[in-house]
């Protein structure tokens, strides 16, 4: 019997050693025809981990037949073996990885491709790049991921995600991205809606904001000490206090970029749109002579990295303004040449490190303010920013359904307007005032502070009406606003009142409404019309065939009613307007407002 249990005990490191041999074998042709054993260096460490394989199973033996010569042998061999488990499960992984580095190298991290706005970009790359150092903790100092982080301009991303990123998105954007973390959530909600159904080759998985920055005026520092009041005012109020000084005002388009639109918004919400859109410029670049609306984290970006002496800029923070709020989506493409399955794992790990501690540290330092957490020390004076700004609004921004009607307020007032002025200069204007002056220079006044609400694209022309002829003075066009002044100087008024005879004149010189343009014609008058061969119905009629809106300011001895203004007015589309010689600048410069914004 012991001979028996000898010849066991001597086969079995030979039925072990076979059997670990075969493994070995088999494993060997099976990384050999994968590819995977290309180098040298790979080839060693194959070898090396067969040495140990096989001397491990030898080692094994005979810590059996040593255990077989003491006392409770079997329990403390599995004891033994237990420990040698759990030694070889939690240390092999890493002596094994760390031993992989040494002789190959880092292996190839995973590419993830984030795509961002052009305002942002500067920021994400930062925090990219922090996260890529945080994956590289715990592996050797070998990062798993690599972040390509690239912009669209304007709202170019969210149109190429809309339709599933053409081949013009890949030639003029870039690749399919695996993150998009846009500016504002409400660019998020119409491309997960179109997004969101069979057939579509890209799902976006709407994640939630993880920082902030609001939409603030840039100003140079020397002229923001004399502008800013002791507490936060509106954007209307500060638009005027900056305008009065002269500053230029920049602003990005608002139909492309997320902080020209939403400031743009809240300036409707107090000014007429087409006093805004005559006081501001498109522009996107600080500059150290001009006011510009943007991004806080623009703002204190430039401030650290582009001023000799800081602050180069200071942000005034009107007190209605609202946010860049930079949501994380995720975003999974299914067809065969743009599939990102490697790159989803690594997504899902960046969108969960910004929500982390280490995540908002780098947001901070990257100029953004993390959702659910105070400013860092990066937001101070010195800088231009307040750590703690006061925002009125709970929102980020206004509700999606807000936007279609803004546009087309935006699309009016931004029409260039062509509008020709036709004035009274009949005996009756050189009647006086209550102030002493002529009513023909009260209009004159008017006429000119009228044209102060011109903008660098709007037209005009002017034509005076006396006794039985229409005079032009100024021809359509681009003209400066001192033009008319001087031309009106240089009139006597005198005859009867050709009105009817200078308003269809004043039609067929000024053109119709184009999606360019609004035209229209304002004539101003201090009574009924005397000396033309036309009636009101002839008017009337005249102008139903040919679409240009009139407006009749009347002044003097002139009424709306009373000279059944409105006939012709109301067959035009246009209105009548009853002023007086002391509300008539103001009431001129309102309607010249009103017509060069576009209002229908």
């Given at each position: 019997m012991e001979d028996v249990d000898q010849r066991r005990s001597s086969t079995a490191p030979r039925y072990a050693g076979a059997v670990m041999l075969a493994v070995v074998a088999g494993h060997l042709l099976a990384e050999a025809a994968t590819g995977s054993l290309a180098t040298w260096q790979s080839w060693v460490i194959y070898a090396l981990g067969t040495a140990v394989v096989i001397g491990g199973a030898s080692a094994v033996d005979g810590l059996a037949g040593w255990v077989k010569r003491i006392r409770w042998g079997w329990v403390v061999f599995v004891a033994v073996l237990a420990a040698l488990g759990v030694l070889v499960f939690f240390a092999a992984p890493p002596v094994l990885?760390?031993?992989?580095?040494?002789?190959?190298?880092?292996?190839?991290?995973?590419?993830?491709?984030?795509?961002?706005s052009q305002a942002a970009l500067p920021a994400v790359q930062d925090v990219a790049r922090q996260f890529e150092l945080h994956t590289a903790d715990g592996h050797h100092g070998c990062r798993t991921a690599r972040l390509f982080v690239f912009?669209?301009?304007?709202?170019?991303?969210?149109?190429?995600?809309?339709?599933?990123?053409?081949s013009q998105a890949l030639r003029e954007v870039g690749p399919h991205p695996d993150v998009w973390l846009p500016d504002s959530t409400t660019e998020t909600a119409e491309v997960?809606?179109?997004?969101?159904?069979?057939?579509?080759?890209?799902?976006?998985?709407?994640?939630?904001?993880?920082?902030?920055?609001?939409?603030?005026?840039a100003m140079p520092a020397a002229v923001a000490r004399d502008v800013a009041s002791?507490?936060?005012?509106?954007?209307?109020?500060?638009?005027?206090?900056?305008?009065?000084t002269g500053l230029p005002i920049g602003r990005p388009n608002p139909l492309t970029a997320i902080d020209g639109r939403l400031a743009t918004y809240a300036l409707y919400s107090s000014l007429d749109p087409a006093v805004v859109e005559r006081r501001l410029e498109e522009s996107t670049q600080l500059r150290p002579d001009a006011a510009l609306v943007t991004t806080e984290q623009v703002l204190l970006r430039h401030n650290r990295t582009a001023c000799a002496v800081k602050p180069c800029l200071t942000a005034l923070y009107p007190s209605d303004t609202y946010r860049a709020d930079y949501p994380v989506n995720l975003v999974e493409w299914d067809t065969q040449d743009a599939s990102n399955l490697e790159a989803r794992a690594p997504a899902r790990a960046f969108q969960s490190w910004l929500s982390s501690q280490a995540g908002k540290t780098a947001l901070n330092t990257a100029g953004l303010r993390p959702s659910k957490q105070a400013a860092g020390s990066e937001f101070r004076e010195e800088h231009g920013v307040q750590a703690g700004p006061i925002l009125d609004?709970?929102?980020?921004?206004?509700?999606?359904?807000?936007?279609?009607?803004?546009?087309?307020?935006?699309?009016?007032?931004?029409?260039?307007g062509r509008i020709w002025l036709t004035l009274d200069a009949s005996g009756s204007m050189t009647e006086q005032t209550a102030t002493g002056e002529s009513r023909f220079a009260v209009a004159v006044d008017g006429v000119r502070k009228a044209l102060t609400q011109m903008g660098a694209r709007d037209t005009y022309g002017l034509s005076v009406f006396s006794g039985s002829e229409v005079r032009?003075?100024?021809?359509?066009?681009?003209?400066?606003?001192?033009?008319?002044?001087?031309?009106?100087?240089?009139?006597?008024?005198?005859?009867?009142?050709?009105?009817?005879?200078?308003?269809?004149d004043s039609a067929a010189r000024i053109g119709t409404d184009d999606a360019d343009h609004v035209s229209a014609v304002i004539a101003l008058t201090d009574g009924e019309d005397t000396t033309s061969p036309q009636t009101r119905a002839d008017v009337a009629a005249a102008l139903r065939d040919r679409p240009?809106?009139?407006?009749?300011?009347?002044?003097?001895?002139?009424?709306?009613?009373?000279?059944?203004?409105?006939?012709?007015?109301?067959?035009?589309?246009?209105?009548?307007?009853?002023?007086?010689?002391?509300?008539?600048?103001?009431?001129?410069?309102?309607?010249?407002?009103?017509?060069?914004?576009?209002?229908p």
């Open positions: 990885a760390y031993g992989r580095v040494l002789l190959l190298g880092c292996p190839q991290p995973a590419e993830v491709r984030v795509l961002t912009a669209a301009p304007g709202d170019t991303g969210a149109n190429a995600l809309r339709s599933s990123w053409s997960v809606r179109r997004t969101d159904g069979i057939g579509s080759a890209v799902r976006v998985l709407q994640g939630e904001s993880v920082a902030w920055s609001p939409v603030v005026l002791s507490s936060p005012e509106p954007w209307g109020e500060l638009l005027a206090k900056v305008h009065g609004n709970d929102e980020a921004a206004p509700d999606l359904s807000e936007w279609p009607a803004f546009e087309r307020k935006y699309d009016q007032a931004k029409r260039d032009p003075l100024v021809p359509l066009g681009r003209r400066d606003r001192e033009a008319a002044t001087t031309a009106l100087e240089a009139v006597t008024p005198t005859g009867g009142t050709p009105l009817h005879q200078a308003i269809l240009v809106r009139v407006f009749v300011v009347a002044v003097g001895d002139a009424s709306c009613a009373a000279h059944a203004l409105t006939t012709i007015t109301d067959a035009s589309g246009g209105e009548c307007h009853d002023s007086t010689m002391d509300t008539l600048g103001d009431d001129l410069a309102a309607l010249f407002r009103k017509l060069w914004g576009g209002a």
